[in-house]
């Protein structure tokens, strides 16, 4: 195995007056992937996560990055911080300049960034979390989410390899926390590593290719979501609910309604597979429908309206903060804003055209994504790229008249 | 960030001792530090609350050390002031070329201050680590203090573990990025870290008058807290060890009361 | 700057006492009736409270010495008189004292009448005196928190050279101790009046 | 239709500087009823709930209080909210004074209660919410759940009609969460009328019986959860996801796989249904497991213990705070915290023996759940109360040797 990026070795604390807050940790974290530390309230995790920054000290044990112990001198401290950047549950201690454009930064500007720089550097920033234009305002009278996001942009101005969240979307409503677990996405595929925090089980099975258990300053296990959160033993000793639908497949499992084995992720599959299990085999059916895919970084608005306005696509999701302020700004009106991939291939199976907009590295990861689901079901499904003006395809649907 | 002595006085080996008990003592040992014309009593005071605060409150020896250092960058200065300008007895050292000489007289006030500050803070400790201030507010009500100022303290004191939160997890988010560095984004992010905090209490302000209102709140704040009996064996240890203090002041100087 | 626990001997803690004293009582009488009339007068004043509180408790980018902050009680002062705000220098120099050990019990006459009446009176004095002329604001306020420190830390000075003269008699011990201890409270006063000067700047922002 | 408790008449709001709040809402909340506010934040949710125990006042349109228009003089708005308790949504925010005891006595001293009563009502307030023994201490050194706790027995003191609660359970992680929406539904089922806010969807499906939808300062809808949550594009123009156990009903219907009816509200009987359209009916099976019911005000522990030592339950739930406090007490393992009824009934039905403890009026409501489930399903199921020490039942599993 190579070496992880970022690694704890049996590492403890204790803070003053209290039970031990972490007692003997070991995790790895490897390059470039999705973690997700799960665990309740007081078990742990944001004492794990400061510890990844050097913002406390072990009492026993070490912390290694990239291989080297971590030391802490105050050189040491500064490069490590600038390296693994660290994105607070609540906003609200995170961004205390009076403008957005000033808190970005800030970071920046304390690495001693020449002023042209560090302008470049809050652009590039505000530009990624889909903030621009919000350089002037004062962040309190920012929404949640947009202040999640100021947030982000603060860290991100400083180019870290690592990004550590803690409780990403704690407090966030599901429109928000979407985008910024979106976000998390964008930022991985781009080949930054990002863990995060959090308790919800339902976000760290959908997001994360690796999740740590903790619970009592303790890990109760580790590995990918599936495996981890099927053990309803382990869960409850980690006072945790199971995902919904992890819960009603084992359920229907025990039941011996449905072949227990990986369990699905999504809606998409568990339709599927009860599908199946249901008719033995996926069944025939009519031509299915049509995914168009959008690159908005290289569409304009006006061949999207018409497939829109002609009738040819019946649905429209956007992926990416970029793709959802381009569908805005071009007033196309969106029905999927999250999980956008799989509605569409489930509207697609039963015959409905749809669009997918999307930008940048997410393009690629569309195509894959459907290439992926239609080898594994046998049924052909590839997405439509759009681009220039487009001549109404010959899906189920046509122009009306 | 900070360790704030209070929370330690929550949980300690004397947290079930009758508060007035103990604040009668903390209050008559200071008292008896000042008064005493001798070092003896103040460094008896000194040692014996510091075994209490060790011994019985269990408080960690680590902790309480550092606590010793808080009060000696005011000390040692003052106490250097006072050597040089108190004359008076034999001359027992002079600072060359310079017109600064240190005597019998200096050297012996200096002494004792010395040990007056160091019982006095021991006892100071002795009553902060091991009397919460929930409880002493009770004892200051039963004292017939003026109920506005009660009330005035209590709302205060809930607010400044509020804040004080805050304003550690500010400061984190800026020390992680890189806030303090360098002298002059020291100064800056201080600056931050004070305005932000401001428009943090004033928003805390407006949303406990909407929180008071919204629980009928018509001048009134909290109920007075039932007595705790205080044990006769206490009451007579407490009496004794005041009395050997005042014995010991006595007998080596006598006490200067005004 | 504060005095600490056992240091002032009798009878100069009894008398600071007694200084104090009127200036708490005319507040606690002011305050009784300000709470009558306006009831969020008291939350207000106790979160103002314990932002001055946390506010001293911050290490400031100096030497280790903590401050009063009489800026702080100096604007309980602009809202609420300087008798209120007197109240509240007395509450928090309590939970100072008990909180961080800064301070003490005996002294606590001596150090209200330093940091919760004289100085927030300096800063309030300049801060009229300043608006007045028509100075630059942000100077303004530079040199009101500044002088208001550096107030604090000359009323301190007198406490300590009226208690202990020595044989140098009151002006020269006074000068024995204001000379030694502008060694870490004038580099403070400076630092803090730039620091309230950046929070006045980041306000008005807002 | 009877008059409604509390009643809002094309109410509107509109802060300084910004958008209108309230547009014109107008709600009905009977008494008794458990109803929750769904809708994305900055919806105006807060805004409206504010209304309701007048700490605003509307701009136009009225608000009404067992049938007469809300008075906005000192004397009618302090009796109004005795009446109408609000718990805001962040307790630090609630929490005023600096003991436990000292906060909860807040309102009943402010009421002009006596000594006394003032004692009483403490007592009882934190007796119900579970922190008997927490008196004395102060309110920072208390863990999330708790302080909510302490926040919620601050209003019950005062004895309020109506509980209203501002996002419950935002920041909470799903252990306390559960303890506090437990909580909401003892008060629902001792009488009292409770309304809440959220965000969260999958809770307001689960807990309420009526759900306001809401965006942009108006109601889009107001129902029945099952069917406002069933309306995608409702959901969607509310900017709010779907239950995902709803969000896969629907999807299985829109396959044909599972004919569309009344949604399942829980896992339970989506596994019902399932297994129902899959064999055609509820298939035979063994003799069922038997569903243990204690009363935990009125058995002891050791009866309890015999049960689970002897192998007679293969699994514990608690229902309340108080029961999950005796089984704490009696160091009795608990495998469900919440869910307890339908998690039992799964396992009877797949032939596991189970024990629920519970105290007061939740006695009768597992009774009736049971008998509900067992009428709709045509499969025979009860609670056997446990009373006394018990012999062991003659359930599958018998005692050991």
């Keep these: 195995m190579t070496t992880p990026l970022l690694e704890t070795d049996n590492v403890t604390y204790t803070y003053q007056n209290s039970p031990a807050a972490l007692a003997g ?375 009306p008249e | 960030m900070y360790e704030v002595l209070e929370d330690f006085a929550q949980q300690n080996g004397l947290r079930q001792t009758s508060p007035g008990l103990k604040l009668f003592l903390g209050v008559s040992s200071i008292l008896l530090c000042v008064s005493s014309s001798d070092p003896a009593a103040p460094l008896l005071v000194a040692a014996s609350m510091s075994a209490a605060v060790l011994a019985l409150a269990k408080i960690p020896a680590r902790f309480y050390a550092r606590l010793l250092l808080v009060p000696v960058s005011f000390s040692v200065m003052s106490i250097a002031v006072i050597l040089f300008i108190t004359a008076g007895g034999a001359v027992l050292l002079e600072v060359p070329g310079l017109p600064l000489a240190v005597t019998s007289d200096g050297a012996n006030l200096a002494l004792l201050l010395l040990a007056r500050v160091f019982g006095g803070m021991c006892s100071l400790y002795f009553i902060a680590l091991t009397t919460p201030m929930t409880e002493v507010f009770d004892i200051l009500r039963r004292l017939r203090v003026p109920a506005v100022f009660i009330d005035l303290a209590m709302l205060t004191y809930r607010f400044i573990f509020i804040l004080i939160e805050e304003a550690g997890q500010i400061y984190r988010s800026q020390v992680m990025r890189l806030g303090y560095g360098r002298f002059r984004e020291s100064v800056q992010s201080s600056g931050m870290l004070a305005g932000a905090l401001f428009l943090r209490t004033w928003e805390s302000g407006e949303a406990l008058i909407l929180a008071m209102d919204a629980r009928c709140y018509d001048g009134k704040l909290g109920i007075p807290g039932d007595s705790r009996p205080v044990s006769f064996i206490a009451i007579i240890t407490t009496l004794l060890y005041l009395s050997a203090v005042f014995g010991v002041s006595l007998s080596t100087g006598g006490l200067v009361l005004v | 700057m504060h005095i600490m626990e056992g240091f002032l001997p009798s009878p100069w803690w009894q008398v600071w006492f007694l200084v104090s004293l009127p200036f708490i009582i005319i507040g606690l009488y002011q305050l009784n009736k300000l709470v009558q009339e306006k009831r969020e007068a008291l939350p207000l004043l106790a979160v103002a409270g314990a932002f001055v509180f946390v506010l001293s408790s911050l290490k400031l980018p100096s030497f280790n010495g903590s401050c009063s902050h009489p800026t702080g009680t100096g604007l309980g002062g ?129």
């Excluded at chain 1, 990055?65 to 609540?90: C, E, H, I, K, T």
């Excluded at chain 3, 201890?181 to 306000?203: H, N, R, S």
Aim: hydrophobic share 45%.
């Design chain 1, 25 to 399: 940790v070991s995790v790895r974290i490897a390059a470039g992937s999705k973690t997700a530390l799960v665990g309740p309230n007081g078990a742990g995790k944001s004492t794990l996560l400061l510890m990844l920054n050097g913002m406390l000290r072990p009492a026993s044990g070490e912390v290694r990055f990239d291989g080297r112990p971590l030391a802490y001198d105050n050189r040491s401290l500064r490069d490590l911080r600038r390296r693994v950047g660290f994105v607070f549950q609540n906003p609200d201690v995170q961004i205390i300049a009076p403008t957005v454009e000033q808190d970005v930064a800030f970071g920046p500007v304390n690495l001693g960034l020449p002023p042209d720089a560090v302008r470049q550097a809050v652009r590039d920033a505000l530009g990624y979390v889909g903030l621009r234009g919000y350089e002037k305002r004062p962040p309190h009278h920012l929404s949640g989410g947009e202040k999640k996001r100021v947030a982000i942009a603060g860290i991100l101005a400083m180019e870290p390899a690592v990004l550590v969240f803690d409780e990403p979307t704690n407090t966030l409503d599901p429109a928000s926390s979407e985008e910024v677990m979106e976000l998390l996405d964008e930022l991985a595929s781009g080949g930054r590593t990002v863990l995060i925090s959090t308790h919800d089980v339902e976000l760290a099975y959908r997001w994360a290719d690796s999740v740590i258990l903790m619970e009592r300053g303790s890990v109760l296990a580790r590995g990918p979501p599936e495996e981890v959160f099927s053990d309803h033993g382990l869960l409850a000793a980690a006072r945790l609910k199971p995902p919904a639908l992890l819960d009603l497949y084992n359920e229907l499992g025990l039941r011996g309604v449905i072949d227990r084995g990986v369990p699905p992720k999504s809606v998409l599959e568990f339709t599927d597979r009860i599908e199946r299990e249901m008719h033995g085999h996926a069944p025939a059916r009519d031509e299915p429908g049509k995914i168009y895919l959008c690159n908005a970084d290289r569409t304009g608005g006006d061949e999207l309206r018409v497939l829109v306005e002609q009738g040819v696509v019946e649905h429209v999701g956007a992926m990416g903060t970029r793709a959802k302020e381009f569908a805005n700004r071009e007033r196309i009106l969106l029905d999927y804003t999250y999980g956008v991939i799989d509605k569409c291939i489930l509207k697609a199976l039963i015959g409905e055209n749809s669009l997918i907009i999307t930008t940048g590295g997410m393009v690629e990861h569309v195509h894959r994504r459907i290439g992926e689901y239609s080898a594994e079901s046998g049924r052909a499904l590839k997405a439509t790229p759009v681009q220039g003006p487009v001549s109404p395809g010959p899906g189920r649907e046509s122009v």
């Design chain 3, 78 to 206: 602009v809202l609420f008189g300087p008798c209120i705000a007197a109240v509240l220098g007395l509450i928090v120099l309590v939970f100072q004292a008990v909180f961080l050990a800064h301070g003490g019990i005996t002294t606590l006459g001596a150090n209200v009448f330093s940091m919760g009446i004289a100085g927030p009176a300096v800063a309030y004095l300049i801060y009229k005196a300043g608006t007045r002329a028509g100075a630059n604001t942000y100077a303004t306020v530079f040199c009101a928190a500044a002088l208001a420190d550096l107030s604090t830390y000359v009323v301190t000075s007198v406490q300590l050279a009226l208690a202990f003269p020595g044989t140098a008699g009151f002006l020269g011990a006074f000068s024995a101790f204001a000379a030694i201890f502008a060694v870490t409270q004038v580099p403070l006063a400076i630092v803090e009046g730039a620091v309230i000067m950046l929070v006045f700047k980041y306000i008005v922002q807002l």
